[in-house]
């Protein structure tokens, strides 16, 4: 089967991937479209060291194949959308609602994958440039079939830790003010989950002045290139204010933005070495700064919600796939991801 590879020099887009049958507790998808994301590429880069050669993908949705013994939930045929959060469903942190916190979803790379007879990991647990993947039966979730597979792909990743960050992590407010640093991918969803959330102010700072009517669409009332001018609309500051680029002076920019118990989110991924600062003494106002896995997500109950949200048409999901690529041009999609040319590219098998 075909699949995106990364064997530690080169990416390349084979043939001969085979994947294993679910297991207890497992699901084999087939994947219909997966999203590519800057996390994709920093595996490439170097900014997320994963070991090689690896499966890339972890933004995808497809239809089920099989399913391993005791999963019930989902069955041949339903359409799913996977998460990244292969977490345990029954440590400390699993009962009391955080399985982004779940010691068993991080760091644990599998090896569902053979080319040639020798072993590939799996990205992120997930691994959605390829045909058919396997993973665990609590990231697959049930959607609507009427749902666009395109569209469907992005809540896996991009919609959960955007919008999830709004609401779950930053727990947003009616009448709050945000600020938006960086209108890619996560940025977009950041916007829509403040709209969701009843904020009154969202400024979106973005370099590029060609993104202002898609920031806007998703939820901007005010756009700006530089943060420079953040201050004129919001002159005591920002409650919330969103880095999602991962750049250490857009970190402290974001810091440097808050009003009186503001709080600032990282969501951006800098190198992993990468240090910010900021001036202790701007921090005794109640002000926060707050990391942010995966959007402090509950992927069965989120997915599904916003699936419902989108349907309703209050989350937007279509206006973010700004290309479709055949799989056998992802160096076409990296590359117009690479550019900014694209939102979300999304390859389709």
Do not use: W
Not at 31 to 55: E, K, N, Q, R, Y
Not at 299 to 305: E, G, M, S, V
């Amino acid at each position: 089967m075909r699949g995106v590879v990364f064997d530690g020099k080169q990416i390349q887009v084979v043939d001969d991937l085979e994947v294993r049958e679910p297991g207890p507790g497992e699901v084999l998808v087939a994947i219909s479209a997966a999203g590519l994301c800057h996390s994709d590429l920093s595996v490439v880069d170097g900014t997320i060291p994963f070991p090689v050669p690896v499966v890339l993908g972890h933004e995808g949705a497809g239809v089920v194949e099989a399913v391993g013994a005791g999963v019930t939930h989902v069955g041949p045929g339903d359409h799913v959308a996977l998460s990244t959060l292969a977490n345990c469903g029954t440590c400390a942190e699993c009962d009391r609602g955080r399985p982004t916190m779940c010691r068993q979803a991080i760091g644990r790379p599998g090896k569902p994958f053979t080319r040639g007879g020798q072993p590939v990991y799996q990205f992120a647990s997930n691994s959605a440039f390829a045909e058919r993947t396997v993973v665990k039966a609590v990231q697959a979730v049930r959607i609507p079939k009427d749902i666009p597979m395109p569209s469907a792909a992005l809540i896996g990743c991009g919609v959960l830790t955007g919008v999830g960050a709004v609401l779950n992590r930053a727990r947003v407010g009616l009448g709050d003010s945000v600020v938006v640093i960086g209108t890619g991918g996560i940025g977009l969803n950041v916007l829509q989950g403040a709209r969701i959330a009843g904020a009154l102010t969202i400024v979106a700072v973005d370099a590029n002045p060609g993104k202002e009517g898609v920031a806007r669409q998703f939820g901007a009332t005010h756009f700006l290139t530089s943060a420079e001018g953040v201050r004129e609309i919001l002159p005591n500051g920002a409650d919330h204010a969103f880095e999602c680029v991962g750049r250490v002076e857009l970190i402290r920019q974001a810091v440097d933005l808050l009003d009186r118990h503001g709080q600032a989110v990282l969501l951006g991924v800098p190198p992993a070495t990468a240090e910010a600062s900021f001036l202790v003494s701007s921090m005794y106002l109640d002000k926060s700064i707050l990391g942010c896995r995966y959007g402090s997500s509950r992927p069965q109950r989120d997915i599904a919600l916003y699936a419902q949200l989108y349907r309703e048409g209050r989350l937007l999901l279509d206006e973010l796939v700004t290309e479709t690529y055949p799989v056998e041009d992802f160096e076409k999609a990296a590359g117009d991801a690479e550019a900014g040319r694209a939102a979300r590219g999304v390859l389709t098998f």
